[in-house]
């Protein structure tokens, strides 16, 4: 029989901006110690806060990472590419479900690579337009029903 362990399974990442390793540390490390929820996890850089401010999120069951490690300028544009992704289903353009498939399509990505805390610069740029584009193109083309109506 194959023994289970018991801890929960430890994962280093490398951090791709230094090099350094990146460990799980409590959301307290970073967000200070009042951190709302005492049970969430980050993988933080070796490095931070030092030399540098990579870091994720980690799953609350699993403790693995969500994405890669991401520096403050795209943790800023993965909050940027979620808000937009959001827009498309809050606004009922699509639903929820529907709009991943879409952009999943757009940007030609695996399914397991369709998680915005892994994506890149450039898939967040991309996003970003992608999403503005879809909205734009239905505003107008509702502008254009109401005119012939
Ligand atoms: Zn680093």
Known sequence: MKKRK??????ILRCPYCGRDARIRPA???????TIDPESFLYVCDGYPDTCDAYVGAHKESRLPKGTLANGRLRHKRILAHRALDALW???YLTRHSAYIWLQTKLCLREQDMHIAKFSDYYCDQTIQE??????WHQESRK????CA
């Open 28 to 34: 307290s490390y970073v967000y200070g110690r009042d």
């Open 6 to 11: 018991k801890k929960t399974q430890q994962v």
């Open 90 to 92: 809050k606004g009922g």
């Open 131 to 136: 999403c503005n584009e879809f909205i734009k």
């Open 144 to 147: 254009g029903e109401g005119k």
